[in-house]
Nanobody, 125 residues
């Protein structure tokens, strides 16, 4: 069965960096666009970034542009989220997700068929 397993979360001070990883199995990785979402306490889940099947189309939410970078490694079936200049408002559970429906990307969570269990990112001030 399809599994998405996130790792790399943790506690970091404001201004620090983390790199999240999401290892995919049970699917043909190159057939899926991959996305990262996050959910802070008492807030809705929100889109962070997505990368297309081929990797040539990337979308990043404005609030993290210039700080977060999404990438993928086809040999490792893994998608990454490099997060720099972290701020307390970035504190959330981060989820990766897989979408088979399109060649490009989408910020809409309901378009993603598979989800990981999430990894906690906490940024202290």
């Amino acid at each position: 069965q399809v599994q998405l397993v996130e790792s790399g979360g943790g506690l970091v001070q404001a201004g620090g960096s983390l790199r999240l990883s999401c290892a995919a199995s049970g699917l043909t990785f190159s057939n899926y666009a991959m996305g990262w979402f996050r959910q802070a306490p008492s807030k809705e889940r929100e889109f962070v970034a997505a990368i297309s099947r081929s990797g040539d189309s990337i979308d990043v939410v404005d609030s993290v542009k210039g700080r977060f970078t999404i990438s993928r490694d086809y040999a490792k079936n893994t998608v990454y989220l490099q997060m720099n200049s972290l701020q307390p408002e970035d504190t959330a559970v981060y989820y990766c997700a897989a979408d088979w429906r399109r060649w490009g990307t989408t910020p809409l969570s309901y378009e993603y068929a598979y989800w990981g269990q999430g990894t906690q990112v906490t940024v202290s001030s």
